[in-house]
């Protein structure tokens, strides 16, 4: 996503998505009563986002340059739905490990 977006649909989308991740995080601890989900999973994927945020961005920019997509072409894909709360409906909470 990161790399992908443009930046104007980036500012849109991606203060969504890690607002869905952290509720998704501790949605997850509470309901398994196992923080270290948050701990191990959820809170490392911010740690790791913003540890490599400038080799991120460095990599966005090369991608962006040789972009030939349509905005409407590249959405076409995705569903308003997030598929993990398609899966959490239909198949319940997953079991951690």
């Not at 996503?1 to 601890?29: D, K, Q, R």
């Not at 196992?34 to 991608?63: A, G, K, M, P």
């Not at 072409?73 to 079991?95: D, N, Q, W």
Request: glycine share 4%; with cysteine; net charge positive.
């Amino acid at each position: 996503m990161l790399v992908c977006y443009t930046v104007p649909w980036l500012n849109l989308i991606l203060p969504l998505h890690l607002l869905a991740l952290i509720g998704e995080g501790l949605f997850l601890s509470v309901a398994k009563w196992n923080f270290r989900i948050w701990r191990d999973v959820y809170w490392n994927c911010f740690h790791e986002l913003w540890r490599n945020r400038h080799r991120l961005r460095e990599q966005s920019r090369t991608v962006q340059k040789r972009r030939t997509v349509s905005a409407s072409r590249f959405f076409s894909t995705t569903s308003p739905v997030p598929r993990k709360l398609v899966m959490l409906f239909r198949y319940g909470i997953p079991a951690m490990k």
